[in-house]
């Protein structure tokens, strides 16, 4: 157990704490649950909350915490830093669609392995780790190369941790380090291929042993170490200087492979992409070169002095402050002077420092010189959950306080071809209201939603290209006042377009009127559409562009940011 330092910020560790406590549980704790999670009392837990929920970070319902989308931008700042996911994930997603199979990329953390990019294959039986999952080395394929470079200290607190045997995998190490930096049981796993119930043995073949073939063969097997049917075969990528910085593994599952016909079929296409990716990263080292400017700075001492200042006692400024020195580091700004990190966050260097040495205490943030650096547990606060985010998931809080501002049900909607199909809905509380279920499907031609959609898709296409997507499509009369000219719709589509939203008038549904807002990722492209629906004697068409567009434009605009930032490493699906 490492010794706090005396100038370590108490509150940030505690804070600190609470997210890890809420990403080991899949994202959400009552308050009282988070008390015997991390130990803390109930007042310190109800300060931190009030001010993680304040910078974002969470959302408080009653007494129940869940972690919210923006705190993504803890684990961004250390992807981008990293820069592994942007320079290597287009070489992954490509060996995924050549072999039909899921590809990892993986980085070492202490003597665990972290997974910081999946190229997935969309299965029934879904092979898919989260992004910042954290595994004991000796149940991976990654674990035996990135172990065959250990030093005999991490060799030291591989074996002390091991001791504990399976079942303590996580829980002695966690006794042994309140930081929480211990590594999570697998269940049903042999770390040794001693055997276990449903899993095969591997007789003589202990974790040491696997890393000298590894070292040797420059490759390695996962036959069902981390859960029953799953097999791995993973390869080392080296930087320009030869030391590996990550590795890359084609999952599979025993339906369709055995540990040994996987190595077979894919093994050198594998070597191949691991090629292809270090030639990318020589390319990077030597157009990168140049030393990064320091990122702008930010007035994050006047944000947190206002919030303490509106919120009092309920606000811890010294939490909030320590989190933000996470986010100076970025792309391009891998390594950060302490110089660097004040002037990105506004903050006294007295306090930077502070912070970060609380960060280097925890194991965030690693000192090499007078350089600073995020390290692999960042994304410990909260990236595994976050990073199964969905865009539905996104959308519910924020058509919900629509909702609650306009009286009228709102819903999220994508297309799906030519159909919309609603992925979320809150409905209100009326004697007479639209009833719509999830996965309920219009065509897209009759609604609001469809209409501010298909803008997007035809926008880029010549008029004539549109007249044929839209020739295509057949456009019947649902009520006296559906259009069903073709050209006519063409022509309503660009003015949808052009004004950023599209109202539909008893067109699906006499008496039905509906207004749309289409929401975009963050290259632009609407990817789903939001929508309020409300009986025609609700509201004029004029109170509808006055009174509830611009509600809608706000809540859009709260979607979209959130969806940026969980979307740049992982991206959200629209479902």
Not at 146 to 169: L, S, V
Request: glycine share 8%.
């Amino acid at each position: 157990m490492s010794t706090v330092p005396a100038e370590a910020v108490g509150p940030l560790m505690r804070g600190v704490a609470v997210l890890r406590a809420l990403s080991e549980a899949d994202g959400r704790l009552s308050l009282g649950e988070l008390v015997r999670a991390t130990g803390l009392a109930r007042s310190t837990v109800d300060r931190v909350a009030a001010t993680l929920a304040r910078m974002g970070y969470l959302r408080l319902d009653g007494s129940v915490a869940t972690l919210a989308p923006r705190l993504m931008e803890l684990a961004n700042a250390y992807l981008g830093a990293l820069r592994l996911p942007a320079l290597l994930g287009p070489y992954a997603a490509q060996l995924a669609d050549e072999l039909d199979e899921s590809v990892s990329l993986a980085v070492p953390d202490g003597d665990g392995i972290r997974f910081v990019h999946q190229s997935t294959r969309r299965r029934a039986m879904s092979l898919t780790f989260r992004i910042g999952d954290l595994l004991p080395a000796e149940h991976t394929a990654p674990g035996p190369l990135f172990a065959a470079h250990w030093t005999p200290g991490q060799w030291t607190a591989w074996r002390t941790r091991r001791a504990a045997g399976p079942e303590g995998i996580g829980r002695t190490r966690r006794a042994a380090d309140p930081e929480g930096v211990g590594l999570p049981a697998c269940p049903g796993a042999d770390p040794e291929g001693i055997g276990l119930p449903g899993v095969p043995t591997a007789p003589g073949t202990p974790f040491e042993a696997r890393v000298t073939a590894a070292r040797a063969a420059g490759s390695a097997l996962d036959d069902q170490l981390i859960e029953p049917g799953l097999i791995a075969v993973a390869v080392p990528v080296h930087d320009p200087a030869g030391t590996p910085v990550c590795a890359v593994s084609v999952v599979s599952h025993t339906s369709r492979h055995s540990a040994d016909s996987l190595r077979a079929a894919v093994l050198r296409r594998l070597r191949t992409a691991a090629d292809a990716m270090e030639a990318e990263l020589v390319r990077d080292h030597t157009t990168g070169a140049a030393s990064a400017p320091a990122p702008p700075p930010r007035p994050l001492a006047a944000w947190t002095s206002a919030s303490k200042q509106e919120l009092g006692s309920e606000f811890v400024e010294s939490l909030a402050r320590g989190l933000t020195v996470l986010t100076a580091f970025g792309t391009d700004r891998a390594e950060l002077s302490l110089s660097a990190v004040a002037e990105a966050t506004g903050l006294a260097r007295a306090t930077a420092r502070r912070a970060l040495i609380t960060l280097g205490h925890l194991g965030l943030v690693a000192a090499e010189g007078r350089a600073f650096r995020l390290t692999p547990r960042v994304l410990a606060l909260g990236c595994p959950p976050l990073s199964r985010t969905t865009l539905s998931d996104i959308a519910a809080p924020h058509l919900a306080a629509l909702v609650r501002t306009v009286h009228d049900s709102a819903s999220l909607a994508v297309l799906d071809g030519d159909d919309i199909r609603y992925t979320a809905r809150v409905a209100t509380s009326r004697i007479m209201s639209v009833t719509i279920t999830l996965g309920t499907r219009f065509p897209a031609y009759a609604t609001a939603m469809g209409r501010v959609l298909l803008a997007d898709r035809l926008a880029d296409l010549s008029a004539a290209e549109r007249a044929e997507r839209l020739g295509r499509t057949e456009l019947s009369a649902l009520t006296p006042h559906t259009i069903t000219s073709p050209a006519v719709l063409a022509s309503l589509l660009e003015q949808v377009a052009g004004r950023g939203y599209a109202l539909v008038d008893e067109e699906l549904e006499e008496g039905l009127r509906s207004l749309a807002v289409p929401v975009r990722d963050a290259g632009g492209r609407a990817v789903a559409a939001v929508n309020v629906a409300m009986h025609t004697t609700r509201r004029t068409l004029a109170e509808c562009r006055e009174q509830v567009l611009p509600q809608m434009r706000a809540a859009v605009a709260a979607i979209e940011a959130e969806l940026h930032v969980v979307g740049r490493f992982c991206p959200a699906s629209a479902s």
